[in-house]
């Protein structure tokens, strides 16, 4: 943690170049200062919905039968990493180029031993690379875009001082990184080329793939592409751009389907001929959409419980199990480029909720036990349910903090759940015989039985609260006894299951809305449990809503970041108080990313054009962001022994 208010004091000082306290907007004749604050946006909604009823006739007891050295069915090996971001590139600026990225990253790193993060999207397959920079001199601008999407996308230049940034993130932070390649010119022009050249130079190790194309199955219906835009012109324009990029070994991720086509179909049809340039087979899906408006529209608190069912989380996840297979036969990973609750943006009062934060735990698990490599949780813009942590809007970064979604809570536990040791393997219990109501996972490590995960999506606290009995060998299994004499426990609380905020991780909490600079405030609380050493049995209570993260053995609890006590890394936000009062044509503010546009161009989920203050004021001309980085991490470099306790 920081120990010097001088490192504080740097940081912010290099720092406020960037901070904006208010837009001035001027025309010919008069000059006005905007409050772009008072503009309602979706990641501001307030929407809580009706807590679905909840069953009777649940067991108050259940047993968790584990056995040492394994279990059959467990998923491959993964790392506490597992669980990570998907930006769009439209918006990656307004995100990591903040040290409040870097304390949520720090949070999860801490954890799992590293964060894994992919900057792309719809965004990022006519991006183009101004390696001399944009004439605007920010990181990103976005023009109008031509497509046919209903997530509005914007056409993106970007310079390479997103790559800079992202470097020096990962000198901080463990950041490892996947990055979209501009796929729709097929590099008629070699800008992808570019792109490839400059992310492998510049991110080096850092860089886990190359996504190469980003949803190709809608490049048609989306008009990207001709209206008829098929499998086959698909795998021809791969092999043309593979034949294209500067690359000779497995460094690309694909082929990212997400909605029209069969992705074992396109696997088997063609596309496995591109193994030897392929590191991961991805795919990308969201349960639901929020896409559709008027009549057809999705109402939230129909589809509400589906965010609380087990079963619903397994029908999601285990028709890649045969995916999977085919992935692990070519010797190639198998990763989720892309989730969410549900696209475009969303529910209000789903995605949001406490719901989420659970549904996020299981949904992560089932998809390390179903041979997942990685799993990306989306961001969007402003004007989405779903991001896991988001700016405040417009000017108000003065007086307001970020706001940490339901959902990142998810990317929490999932983290020390799996640890650091990079070898966890999982396997869901099918608790109570896989009720509906109840999940329950354990995670293997070399053989060894070291954490236990236990959910309870029915909210009646008291009423509805479970205990778990967990075993490992003994009983009668005829196996020796290797039930631990006492476990620690983790919970992650709420009073309810449609609540936004007041969440809690072992008694600690990310704060309100508008409350959070990227740290977990509180003191930590850990459940030392005395196990039965004559039933051989560990008593687990599990209440009613809640995720109990069991720690079988002392190293477990150690490699999982433990009682996080100073252990965490973490980042001056002050910059929050920089004072910098930047003016803007009344025409480009029309036709920017500020609330007010007529023409808004941001993020690519529906009405995601809205974006935040930082996105339309941080300029980084000539090179700044590399030079802030730089400097950022220079200062921590020479003194990092100093302030490390």
């Known amino acids: 943690m920081l120990k010097s208010s001088v490192i504080f004091t740097l940081l912010s000082s290099l720092a406020t170049p960037f901070a904006s306290a208010a837009v001035t907007v001027y025309t010919g004749s008069s000059t006005t200062t ?85 900057v792309g999207g719809n965004t990022q397959d006519k991006a183009i690379l101004a390696v001399d920079g944009n004439p ?70 850092n860089l886990l793939a190359l996504q190469l194309a980003n949803e190709p199955d809608l490049y048609g219906p989306h008009l ?7 499998e086959q012109d698909f795998f021809t324009d791969t092999q043309t751009m593979i034949q294209k990029l500067p690359i000779t070994e497995p460094i690309l991720a694909g082929p990212s389907i997400c909605c029209m086509w069969d992705t074992n179909t396109v696997l088997n049809d063609g596309y496995m001929n591109f193994k030897d340039s392929l590191a991961f087979i991805d795919v990308m899906h969201y349960p639901n959409n929020n896409c559709a408006t008027g009549a057809d529209a999705v109402v939230p608190q129909d589809v509400f419980p589906n965010y609380l069912n087990h079963h619903n989380v397994q029908n999601v996840v285990t028709p890649y199990a045969s995916t999977a297979q085919i992935s692990l036969a ?18 209000p009062g789903v995605s949001d909720s406490f719901a989420a934060s659970l549904w996020g735990v299981d949904y992560g698990l089932q998809m390390a036990y179903n041979n997942f490599t990685y799993a990306l949780l989306h961001f969007g813009g402003q004007n989405v349910y779903y991001n896991p942590f988001t700016p405040p809007p417009t000017n108000m970064t003065k007086y307001r903090q970020w706001t940490t979604g339901a959902v990142f809570y998810s ?23 896989n009720n509906e109501n109840r999940a329950g996972y354990a995670i293997y ?51 309810s299951v449609s609540v936004k905020y007041n969440i809690t991780w072992a008694g600690q909490t990310m704060g309100q809305q508008y409350g959070s600079d990227g740290r977990l405030y509180g003191e930590v609380e850990v ?13 687990i209570p599990v209440p009613s809503p809640s995720v109990a993260l069991v720690f079988l053995t002392d190293d477990a609890f ?17 910059v929050t108080s920089g004072k910098v009062h930047p003016t803007m044509d009344q025409a480009a503010l029309a036709t920017s990313n500020g609330r007010n546009g007529s023409v808004p161009l941001g993020a690519t989920s529906k009405g995601g054009a809205l974006s935040s203050w930082s996105e339309q004021g941080v300029r980084l001309a000539g090179g700044a962001a590399q030079l802030w980085w730089s400097v950022a991490i220079t200062v921590l470099g020479v003194v990092g022994g100093a302030w490390m306790m």
Not at 162 to 175: C, D, G, P, Q, T
Not at 468 to 478: E, L, P, S
Not at 527 to 539: G, M
């Open 411 to 433: 990317n929490i536990v999932v983290a020390e759940a799996l640890g650091k040791s990079g070898v966890s393997q999982v396997i869901d219990l099918q608790l109570d015989d």
């Open 558 to 574: 150690t490699n999982s970041g433990g009682d996080d006590s100073g252990s965490t890394l973490t980042f001056a936000t002050t």
């Open 445 to 495: 490590e070399k053989g060894v039985a070291s954490r236990a995960v236990f959910i309870n999506y029915v909210s009646n606290p008291g009423a509805s609260d479970y205990t778990v009995q967990v075993a490992i060998g003994g009983q009668q299994t005829g196996l020796p006894n290797k039930t631990p004499t006492s476990v620690k426990v983790k919970y992650l609380r709420a009073d």
């Open 224 to 230: 990207k592409k001709q209206a008829d835009y098929s």
């Open 34 to 118: 905007a409050d772009l604050s008072l503009y309602t946006v979706a990641s501001n909604d307030q929407t809580i919905l009706q807590v679905p009823a909840a069953p009777q006739g649940l067991n108050p007891t259940v047993l968790a039968q584990l056995y040492d050295g394994g279990m059959t069915g467990m998923g491959n090996p993964v790392n506490g990493g597992f669980l990570g971001f998907s930006i769009e590139l439209s918006v990656a600026a307004m995100l990591i180029l903040r040290p409040e990225f870097l304390n949520y990253c720090a949070v999860l790193e801490s954890r799992g031993g590293s964060v894994t993060v992919r």
């Open 136 to 205: 605007s001199g920010k990181t990103i601008d976005k023009y109008k875009g031509t497509d046919a999407s209903p997530t509005e996308t914007p056409d993106v230049h970007f310079t390479l001082d997103l790559f800079y940034a992202m470097a020096s993130i990962s000198k901080l932070v463990k950041a490892n990184w996947f990055f979209g390649i501009p796929f729709i010119a097929v590099d008629s022009d070699g800008n992808a080329g570019l792109v490839v050249q400059y992310a492998r130079q510049i991110l080096g190790e």
């Open 527 to 539: 459940t030392t449990i005395q196990c039965d050493t004559t039933t051989q049995l560990c008593d």
């Open 330 to 347: 070519a010797g190639k990973q198998m990763m989720m480029m892309e989730t969410n609750t549900a696209s475009c943006g969303g529910f």
